[in-house]
């Protein structure tokens, strides 16, 4: 720790509000309804935690309430999605531990997929790159020569 030096910043990841504490307990009856009551806890509870996976990466973009809000309205499905996915799998009794780990690897690769698709030039954010592990493969060809 000596040789790290003091922190530059505090590292808040995921910060608990008093709105997040009155959703989560006006939202808990929903799971005495059956059949669709816990997935819509889980749904609801799993967009609160969906949006607070960049909450450090908005941070250390130095944004403001405003443009976070706006950040997160851009991308309101895939953060209910990944929240969501998170929530499912980290209810899993044994593995949650993991699941709590995997799911901050995630949502830091996908900051950093995000990061990167800003960074890029213009012309070159519609098209695939031959880095991108997504990308497809190139068309076969059945000509050796």
């Known amino acids: 720790?000596?040789?790290l030096g003091k922190p530059t910043s505090a590292a808040v990841f995921q910060p608990w509000s008093l709105i997040q504490i009155v959703e989560l307990v006006v939202s808990l009856?929903?799971?005495l309804i059956p059949y669709v009551g816990t997935p819509a806890f889980i749904i609801i509870t799993g967009a609160r935690l969906g949006t607070f996976a960049h909450y450090r990466w908005f941070d250390l973009r130095g944004l403001s309430k405003k443009?976070?809000?706006l950040?997160?309205?851009n991308r309101k499905w895939d953060y209910?999605?990944?929240?969501?996915?998170?929530?499912?799998?980290?209810?899993?009794p044994v593995l949650s531990l993991f699941?709590?780990?995997?799911?901050?690897a995630g949502s830091a690769?996908?900051?950093?997929?995000?990061?990167?698709?800003?960074?890029?030039?213009?012309?070159?954010q519609g098209h695939a790159s031959t880095d991108d592990p997504d990308a497809p493969p190139p068309p076969y060809v059945d000509n050796p020569v």
């Open 29 to 31: 009856p929903l799971n």
């Open 99 to 104: 699941f709590l780990l995997t799911s901050t």
């Open 67 to 69: 443009e976070r809000r």
């Open 80 to 92: 209910t999605w990944f929240g969501t996915m998170a929530m499912i799998l980290e209810l899993i």
């Open 71 to 73: 950040a997160v309205r």
């Open 109 to 124: 690769m996908w900051a950093a997929r995000l990061e990167h698709e800003m960074r890029a030039p213009p012309e070159v």
């Open 1 to 3: 720790m000596k040789k």
